[in-house]
């Protein structure tokens, strides 16, 4: 920890907590539906926060992560964020409409309409890898959709932490949003609180917790999770570009993205030109890389020695380890790492991976590949890596999960106007856009009965009446 940042003391938060909730609760009591323009104002207060205060965010970022290039933390964080905002703003008027829908011929003159509402108190659990964009993410959608909110911090980002509390200070009231900080008995008392609604963000496990506990209030959740993201180049694709493409995505915050390309299925006998193109592509990016700002640390020593613990039950186990660079552990950095013959037995093909190692595996069938992907979890993302037309449906129709990526790794979480959310054990929900607005809403449907209307003739005693119209109604 660096000068003046204290580890939080556990009480304080759960009082803190236990005061804000209740502060918010009263405040939306008194003011339930915020208008448009109350809500753009807030929106707005966010986007001048990020606008104004970038090197204080991408200096706390760093110091959590012992380096982050601020380079990402601006273009993976800071700039999704206010794009996220800006999106939000442009459409809020759209999506507070109250939708016009259908009435069947025997409801008529009635009118249905589904009108969004906000829900109220809303908590939000975010991870320490982007811990910007996945607070300002989900806090953009809660805004919109006219709630208050609360975020827990990471307990692995304490600087982070901090910093947001002190800004958001700046610009809101703890009555309009509140962070919280702390260790994970403070995240797990936040997970039993009677929220309208939880967005979670991190591990698959974790998940499983924070829904249990969720369960206790039928809180609704979102779980945002994490999992093996498998890449799958295609047969007759380049793969020098492949491996720039593939590469990049696993480069970003040193592999520690939700997103990250977590195994690539080449075609045999394409393994040695991936390796010469990674390696070359690398090289050319990040020169002396122990030292190079651009390339970012490993969150902590603990995380660092997970993912040399890979590396090391791999090579024991008959992998061929291939770093791209070099870096010195001391640096906190490892260097991207291609590993090769893998087998199932590896801890690295079971895990997750969140940081910058990725094994190669070849196919000499694309249903081969498909067959792997099918036989695990759903991911939370999948790339693929192909212009034939017919072998890409082959994969969209075959495959499932919460996003795609094609001829692309990573940057389909960057489109605002697409859902974000995993499937299966990669998560439930979405948010981002339009879907990230009703996500925090109640999308309330209203039947309204016309003053003059043709109920009265289903009512009793039924008799030939009620009879002939059953005859049409059951036809
Ligand atoms: P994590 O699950 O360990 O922790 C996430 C958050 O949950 C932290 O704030 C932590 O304090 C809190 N927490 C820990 N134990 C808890 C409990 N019992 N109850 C309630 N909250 C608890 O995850 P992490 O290590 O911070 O992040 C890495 C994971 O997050 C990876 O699996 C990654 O794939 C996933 N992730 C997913 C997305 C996404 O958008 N789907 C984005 C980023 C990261």
């Avoid at 703890?174 to 009677?194: L, P, T, Y």
């Avoid at 590993?339 to 196919?363: C, H, N, R, S």
């Amino acid at each position: 920890m660096q000068p003046g940042f204290e580890p939080h003391d556990s009480q304080a938060e759960l009082l803190r907590l236990r005061d804000v909730y209740q502060r918010q609760r009263d405040a939306h009591a008194g003011d339930p539906f915020p208008d448009a323009a109350a809500r753009r104002k807030r929106l707005g207060l966010l986007r001048h926060l990020l606008l104004q205060h970038g090197d204080e965010i991408a200096t706390a970022i760093s110091a959590d992560f012992g380096h982050r290039s601020s380079h990402e933390t601006r273009s993976l964080e800071i700039f999704p964020s206010l794009a996220g905002v800006d999106h939000a703003l442009a459409h809020l008027g759209r999506w507070m409409r109250a939708q016009r829908r259908g009435v069947s011929i025997w409801f008529k003159p009635a009118s249905n309409t589904v009108v969004p509402q906000p829900l109220g108190v809303v908590g939000v659990i975010v991870p320490w890898n982007y811990p910007l964009f996945l607070a300002v993410g989900p806090l953009t959608a809660a805004l919109a959709a006219g709630n208050r909110a609360v975020v827990k911090i990471s307990e692995y980002t304490p600087h982070f932490g901090e910093t947001f509390r002190r800004l958001l200070a700046q610009y809101f009231g703890e009555d309009e949003i509140a962070v919280i900080n702390g260790g994970v008995d403070v995240a797990q008392a936040f997970a039993g609180v009677a929220w309208d609604h939880l967005l979670f963000t991190g591990s698959t496990a974790v998940g499983k917790q924070v829904m249990r506990a969720a369960a206790d209030n039928l809180t609704p959740v979102t779980l945002e999770l994490g999992g093996k993201s498998p890449t799958l180049v295609g047969p007759d694709y380049a793969i020098a570009t492949a491996a720039e493409r593939i590469l990049h995505g696993k480069c970003l915050n040193a592999g520690q993205t939700c997103v990250a390309p977590d195994y690539v299925f080449l075609p045999r006998g394409s393994e040695q030109a991936f390796v010469d193109a990674a390696r070359a592509a690398v090289q050319s990016w990040y020169p002396d890389l122990g030292r190079n700002p651009d390339y970012s640390a490993v969150i902590n020593s603990r995380h660092l020695q997970r993912l040399q613990g890979y590396l090391r039950d791999a090579e024991e186990k008959g992998a061929r380890i291939v770093p791209l660079a070099e870096a010195d552990a001391a640096s906190g950095k490892l260097a991207p790492t291609l590993v090769l013959d893998v087998t199932e037995d590896m801890k690295l093909m079971q895990d997750e991976i969140f940081g910058p190692i990725l094994p190669v595996l070849a196919y000499d069938r694309l249903d081969q590949a498909i067959d792997y992907v099918n036989a695990r979890p759903r991911p939370l993302a999948l790339y693929y890596f192909d212009y034939d037309r017919q072998r890409i449906q082959q994969v969209l129709a075959n495959t499932i999960s919460g996003g795609v990526g094609l001829n692309e790794t990573v940057m389909h979480v960057g489109q605002d106007d697409l859902p974000f959310g995993g499937v299966g054990a990669s998560g439930m929900g979405h948010y981002h856009g339009r879907e990230g607005f009703e996500t925090f809403s109640k999308m309330k449907p209203v039947f309204a009965q016309s003053r003059i209307n043709g109920l009265w003739l289903m009512r009793p005693p039924y008799g030939k009446r009620m009879a002939t119209l059953l005859k049409f109604m059951l036809r």
